[in-house]
């Protein structure tokens, strides 16, 4: 494997800047998984109810994705990264009369504009990442660069777990479901203040970010002169098998990752009885391990290629989870704890293999795996569909229903076989 320099001097602290993205939008998406369980309760919601949280967060991905490769592919990375961090802040400062309404529609409303502008940041930042160096370290650059993502999604994490769920309400929706019109009122009303405020300060820290890359000269600012060639990019992307089979594979990968940590908490307080704040416990280790093995994996990739290691990794992520459907208990909280170790190289792994030589095409071909987020706006509705079954065929549907995330990881090792 190439022993070349990573990150060159010369765009170091570029680098640095667009790294910091990743983590930000961590923070996005591991504040929000805790957030389906939360909403279900306050406002006495069934799962699958809940799980619309994730429908609207992951499909405001799906929608913006095309029209920020066409921004980026006329503009420049830099103006679609600052666009994203707008949106991403417009959409973090509608949780303020989302709050005041008490009603649910609100936040999905926040949830998607917000996630607009993640999309903006993902199809800039990712292969932004790609192009700051050689070809040859291209894929280890972007997993490094996603190496500081889940660092964010820690912190995402703990701030659930000590500043919402810790503070909520203890009341259950059966309780909430008893209480008088103006009690209700005062406590869902208190409740989703809480939920807020988190979502309020990252608004401010976004402000202060667009203000510094709005100031900092970046490499590959030139704006794109000539016709936009959508039809001739769209034509070269859909006869490249590997493109295709990778937008597939990042559907299904960035599926079984939602499922995997936002149901967590279920399996917990469903199979073992566990309180919502112990649970989210187990979301933070599996994140710590996640992060930990990142870094394991970047280094590693100097010695096996990126989709030996991607299949290798998908397969034992099928094995942990056919683990818990087949044994269930603590050891299957614990084996689920454990697929992050396995999803830790996926996402960045299948971009880069999914990029790999498509020079400028790059920036349109992004839009498509960004888009294949929209795994994480349908699978986790079809999972909590199968929860509020609560038992299928005389079995535990909590663990059955993991069956879902089983299936993603058979496709991502495919991917990872036929890329070798």
């Not at 000590?162 to 019109?181: C, E, K, S, V, Y």
């Not at 309180?275 to 391990?289: E, H, K, L, R, S």
């Not at 299928?392 to 090792?413: D, E, K, N, Q």
Request: positive net charge; contains cysteine; charged residues 10%.
């Amino acid at each position: 494997m190439s022993r070349e320099r990573v990150v060159s001097k010369q765009v170091l602290v570029p680098f640095i800047l667009v790294t910091l993205l990743f983590s930000l939008w961590g923070f996005a998406n591991d504040i929000t998984n805790p957030m389906v369980a939360a909403f279900s309760r306050i406002l006495q919601m069934s799962n699958f109810q809940g799980s619309l949280v994730q429908f609207a967060f992951y499909g405001g991905y799906f929608a913006m994705a095309f029209p920020a490769a066409l921004f980026i592919k006329k503009y420049s990375y830099k103006a679609g990264i600052l666009v994203g961090l707008g949106l991403y802040a417009f959409g973090a400062l509608l949780f303020l009369p989302g709050s005041k309404m008490m009603a649910f529609w609100p936040f999905l409303v926040a949830y998607f504009v917000l996630t607009c502008g993640l999309s903006f940041l993902e199809t800039s930042a990712n292969p932004y990442i790609l192009s700051m160096g050689s070809q040859d370290t291209a894929t280890r650059r972007l997993n490094l660069a996603q190496a500081f993502n889940p660092i964010g999604s820690l912190m995402g994490m703990f701030i659930a777990q000590q500043f919402i769920l810790a503070r909520l309400n203890p009341a259950t929706a059966a309780d909430r479901g008893a209480m008088g019109a103006a009690e209700w009122a005062s406590v869902t009303s208190a409740d989703l203040s809480i939920i807020a405020t988190p979502y309020l300060a990252i608004a401010g820290v976004l402000l202060v970010v667009f203000a510094i890359i709005a100031v900092r000269k970046m490499p590959g600012q030139e704006r794109h002169d000539g016709a936009l060639d959508v039809r001739g990019t769209t034509r070269r992307l859909l006869a490249n098998r590997r493109y295709l089979e990778g937008v597939t594979a990042q559907f299904f990968y960035v599926g079984a990752q939602i499922m995997c940590w936002t149901f967590i908490i279920h399996y917990a307080t469903i199979e073992l009885g566990m309180d919502a704040v112990t649970a989210q416990g187990y979301n933070i280790a599996a994140m710590v391990i996640f992060v930990s093995s990142r870094f394991i994996c970047t280094f590693l990739m100097r010695f096996v290629s990126p989709g030996g290691l991607l299949m290798r990794l998908a397969l034992i992520g099928g094995v942990l989870i056919a683990v818990l459907i087949l044994i269930g208990g603590q050891v299957g909280l614990l084996v689920l704890v454990g697929t992050s170790a396995c999803m830790s190289l996926m996402f960045p792994t299948i971009y880069g293999i999914a990029l790999e030589g498509l020079g400028d095409d790059a920036k349109f071909a992004s839009a498509g795996l960004i888009m294949a987020i929209l795994g994480g706006s349908i699978m986790p509705p079809m999972q909590a569909a199968l929860i509020d079954f609560e038992s299928i065929g005389g079995y535990s549907a909590v663990r059955i229903s993991f069956v879902m995330p089983l299936i993603c990881f058979a496709v991502i090792a495919r991917y990872g076989k036929r890329s070798l």
